[in-house]
T-cell receptor, first 113, second 114 residues
């Protein structure tokens, strides 16, 4: 079992819809959770971090964390074509150094007009 | 200031040769990270430097891989006796002491081993 798994893509949604990206992790003592966006041929950029159970909202983005279910998700409301990218889930496990993030394989999102 | 810079942007080498990849972090960032990303894959952690502490090398895939960080700034990732499976994009990131878990990535070095 992979340490961090993301829902298989690619995911295609129409403009204006809600895109839902999911991620599960295997280490129960994981501490910190991140969503990165990576445009084709570019480097990843951090868009959301979440540390506590529940929802965290930032503009059109909402991250949801459920530690009991070992599940973290990212919702993108009012999806725009500019949101088309690969979304990477990353987890920092408990007991590891701050630098050691484990990434999922990514989910490709396409928002079509 | 400038972001994280990496050089070269592209490197083609022959199997068995050694390569050096360079990373210049954002000024003032004490933490520096190396990852690699193979085609269609997520990022694989390689090594992490934080200030003067011993680096976390737990992600280095073999003893052919090594990294140094001189003067707490520039880092060099060295791959000895390169193999075709080393072909990937090597990404460097850095973060500041105040927001240690917010990593800023460089543009990467695309390595192709023939």
């Amino acid at each position: 079992q992979k340490e961090v798994e993301q829902n298989s893509g690619p995911l295609s949604v129409p403009e204006g819809a809600i895109a839902s990206l999911n991620c599960t992790y295997s280490d129960r003592v994981s501490q910190s959770f991140f969503w990165y966006r990576q445009y084709s041929g570019k480097s990843p950029e951090l868009i959301m971090s979440i540390y506590s159970n529940g929802d965290k909202e930032d503009g059109r983005f909402t991250a949801q964390l459920n530690k009991a279910s070992q599940y973290v998700s990212l919702l993108i409301r009012d999806s725009q074509p500019s949101d088309s990218a690969t979304y990477l889930c990353a987890v920092r496990a408990g007991g590891t150094s701050y630098g050691k993030l484990t990434f999922g394989q990514g989910t490709i999102l396409t928002v079509h007009p | 200031g400038a972001g994280v810079s990496q050089s070269p942007s592209n490197k083609v080498t022959e199997k068995g040769k050694d390569v050096e990849l360079r990373c210049d972090p954002i000024s003032g960032h004490t933490a520096l990270y190396w990852y690699r990303q193979s085609l269609g894959q997520g990022l694989e952690f390689l090594i992490y430097f934080q200030g003067n502490s011993a680096p976390d090398k737990s992600g280095l895939p073999s003893d052919r891989f090594s990294a140094e960080r001189t003067g707490g700034s520039v880092s060099t990732l060295t791959i000895q006796r390169t193999q075709q499976e080393d072909s990937a994009v090597y990404l460097c990131a850095s973060s500041s002491p105040r927001t240690i878990e917010t990593q800023y990535f460089g543009p990467g070095t695309r390595l192709l081993v023939l």
